[in-house]
């Protein structure tokens, strides 16, 4: 009867042990999920969505392998990992990030697709004589396939450089340019951007208005994406520091607003760079017109000796290219007047002759 107590006693003694080391050994490689979800109810047939997810190791003392299992019913094959279904959780990184990348089929059914990826993570390499732990967690997916296109969009931030003032080049008054920097989150299914930003531009005691301007050249982004568009706004003002109120729009709709300081440079301030003209340095566009005068002039004076020298009519068609719709209405006229002449002239000798014989 001893003896089966004592048996008793030790083998719950023994699973205690068991136990108690297994739990150790768990917090010491303990695994969790940061932002454990992949949640999208804009989707559209065709849609690109990307989420980041954070896999988290609590002690990571060696290399651990991760197998990923996807189980989302009619969606499966759209759901992808940049890592691969199965990748080594390097020791000493405790958090590995991993994107999960949905590409929905251009002929999916409209609906809900609901289930979840799993990911199992155990020892890459397991010592002789000892138990392997795996260690799973779950990231739950919901996506919705919907008919329409939603234009929607977030301003996470907004920035604005230093400019130089606008200035004269050959016959042309060139603008300063102000680059207005967003960062835009689209959070719609559909490609987007703001659709105008205006800016009233006070002076620096807010006390008068000095110039109302507005855009709507602005860059696009793609749906659920996150990316920088620049805003250019062309500005007459002088050098100086000013105050702009800035209004972005969702078609009609203001949906951020605010104040920034605006600081003009004299102009050749801020170097080469900030003395281009549509993105070329003032010295090439002095070559490129030089050369285009040369060639259209040595192209007139050449052609015109051809012309002179072989006795050929002109190439209407030619002319009107070469030189200004006017000038070209008004050389045309006189040689079809010249040729009129001439005509006329034939027929005057030819009564003549036949007059006199």
């Excluded at 199965?86 to 059914?109: T, Y």
């Excluded at 450089?161 to 008054?173: C, I, T, Y």
Aim: overall charge positive; some cysteine; hydrophobic content about 40%.
């Amino acid at each position: 009867m001893i003896s089966k107590r004592l048996f008793l006693i030790f083998v719950r003694s023994f699973l205690v042990a068991c136990l108690l080391l297994l739990a150790v050994l768990t917090a010491q490689a303990g695994f969790g999920i940061s932002s454990p979800y992949v949640r999208n109810d804009m989707l559209i047939r065709g849609s690109h969505y990307e989420k980041k997810v954070t896999l988290v190791r609590g002690d990571p003392v060696e290399d651990w392998k991760a197998e990923i299992t996807i189980n989302v019913p009619g969606a499966d094959d759209w759901i992808s990992v940049d890592k691969g279904m199965e990748f080594i959780l390097p020791k000493g990184e405790k958090q590995i990030p991993i994107i999960v990348k949905v590409d929905v089929s251009k002929d999916a059914d409209f609906g809900n697709y609901k289930g979840n990826i799993r990911v199992r993570t155990m020892p890459l390499k397991r010592p002789a004589g000892q138990i392997a732990i795996a260690l799973g967690a779950q990231i739950d997916v919901d996506l919705t396939v919907a008919k329409g296109g939603v234009f929607d969009f977030k301003v996470i931030g907004i920035s604005v450089s230093d400019l130089e003032e606008g200035h004269k080049f050959l016959f042309f008054n060139i603008p300063g340019k102000i680059k207005f920097s967003m960062e835009i989150e689209n959070t719609g299914n559909m490609k987007g951007s703001p659709t105008k930003v205006h800016f009233d531009i006070y002076d620096s005691q807010e006390k008068e208005l000095l110039e109302s301007i507005e855009t709507k050249k602005i860059g696009k982004v793609e749906p659920f994406e996150t990316k920088e568009v620049i805003a250019k706004l062309s500005t007459k003002l002088l050098a100086g520091s000013y105050v702009a109120l800035f209004e972005i729009y969702k078609d009609d709709e203001v949906v951020n607003k605010g104040k920034i300081h605006l600081s003009i440079l004299p102009y050749g301030t801020l170097g080469k760079e900030s003395s281009k003209v549509f993105g070329l340095q003032i010295w090439i566009w002095l070559i490129i017109v030089i050369i285009v005068l040369a060639g259209a002039g040595f192209g007139g004076w050449k052609g015109y000796g051809v012309w002179k020298k072989q006795g050929k009519k002109p190439n209407f068609k030619e002319i009107v290219k070469k030189i200004r719709l006017k000038e070209a209405v008004r050389v045309i006229g006189m040689i079809k007047l010249k040729e009129k002449r001439a005509k006329k002239i034939k027929r005057l000798k030819k009564a003549k002759k036949q007059k006199r014989s």
